[in-house]
């Protein structure tokens, strides 16, 4: 079952469905695979693999291993994320761990303690070069 996120209509240019939530209160262990956008504001031990954005609520205790297009923290993650798009970590989200995405944003207030890995951009048709020459003391 998907369903539109109420605002996110013809004015809010966001035409993810979302495939479902994890509420507080909830606890989970194993993989959770979802094709759509899906919300965690419980506890997860384990995979969780989405086609779109999984988003972490400010109450979301995460452990394990998160993949998809978009990734959103605004609670507790440690693991390995890998996002075909963009990692944001908003003021209250803490990220331990490691990150493998063409794109990394942390709002200030956020915490990330770990590894980035910038990858190129599977959007992207061609790659773009930045010559960067190091100035020396002769």
Partial sequence: MAWKWPGTGKSGGNSE?????????VTLEGTLQVKGTFR?????KGNIISEQTVILGEGAKVEGQIE?????????????????GRVEIEAKGVVTGEVHSPCMVIDPGGIFDGRCHMLASSDAASGVTIPIHAVGHA
């Fill in 68 to 84: 998809g297009n978009r990734v959103v923290i605004a609670g507790r993650f440690d693991g390995v994320i890998f996002a075909k």
């Fill in 40 to 44: 965690i504001d419980g506890n997860v």
């Fill in 17 to 25: 469905e979302w495939t479902g939530f994890i509420d507080q209160g």
